[in-house]
């Protein structure tokens, strides 16, 4: 399989801007994805970029996309304790990352 | 239909017997995936439907594996002679398009293989 590599933590304080970084090896992935995990729960699609663009933003989500580089980012301005998660991206449908816990601190 | 629904929940079996699971992708989704999640990893891809037809299977679906999808509408994914190894949570997703797009996760379906 493709391999998709994540850092497995990041910690942030509360209203700070958090970035979420991927790393992927299929330069023919059409879509790339960002799903959201809270303990227990299932996974929760945030937003997703074509690989024809370069950004995506959507409220407080920024998506960037290097593909040259082959690495996705995912920006959270403002964050808050609520977006304490897990957050995985994925190759098209098929390749996910191990996950990158994120915990905010109050 | 607010989303992707799986049955059952929860699974307890002991080692040998066979299980079944069902998916129910979102009305008119024609993509649906199955996918299974162990703790600490991110979800491994195992097989996918467009309509009806089984399109892609990950090697990591051995022969006890089985998924179907008869009318193109919910899907079953069956494991015979489960070993412990199987103790996993199972998730199934389905999406509008052919090309990608969104795609729409389930609750899954969590197996304990005793």
């Known amino acids: 399989g493709e391999d998709v590599e994540q850092s497995l933590f990041l910690s942030v304080r509360e209203g700070d801007s958090s970035v979420i970084n991927c790393t992927y090896t299929d330069s023919s992935s059409t879509y790339l994805y960002w799903y959201k995990q809270e303990p227990g729960a299932g996974l929760q699609l945030l937003t997703y970029?074509?690989?024809?663009?370069d950004m995506k933003q959507d409220q407080r989500l920024t998506v960037l996309l290097n593909k040259k580089d082959k690495h996705l980012s995912l920006r959270i301005a403002d964050t808050q304790t609520g977006d304490s998660a897990i957050y995985f991206c994925?190759?098209?449908?098929?390749?996910f990352g191990t996950g990158t816990s994120l915990t905010v601190i109050p | 239909d607010t989303g992707v629904s799986q049955n059952p929940r929860h699974k307890i079996t002991k080692r040998g017997q066979n299980v079944t699971f069902r998916c129910d992708p979102i009305s008119e989704h024609n993509r649906l995936y199955w996918y299974r999640q162990t703790l600490g990893q991110g979800p491994e891809f195992l097989t996918y439907?467009?309509?009806?037809?089984?399109?892609?299977k990950s090697r990591l679906l051995s022969d006890r594996f089985s998924a179907e999808r008869p009318k193109g509408s919910f899907s079953t994914l069956e494991i015979q002679r489960t070993e412990q190894g199987d103790s996993a949570m199972y998730l199934c997703?389905?999406?509008?398009?052919?090309?990608?797009?969104?795609?729409?996760f389930g609750p899954g379906t969590r197996l304990t293989v005793l």
């Open positions: 994925a190759e098209n449908q098929f390749y």
């Open positions: 439907f467009q309509n009806e037809a089984q399109l892609e």
């Open positions: 970029i074509f690989s024809n663009m």
């Open positions: 997703a389905s999406s509008p398009t052919e090309g990608g797009g969104a795609v729409f």
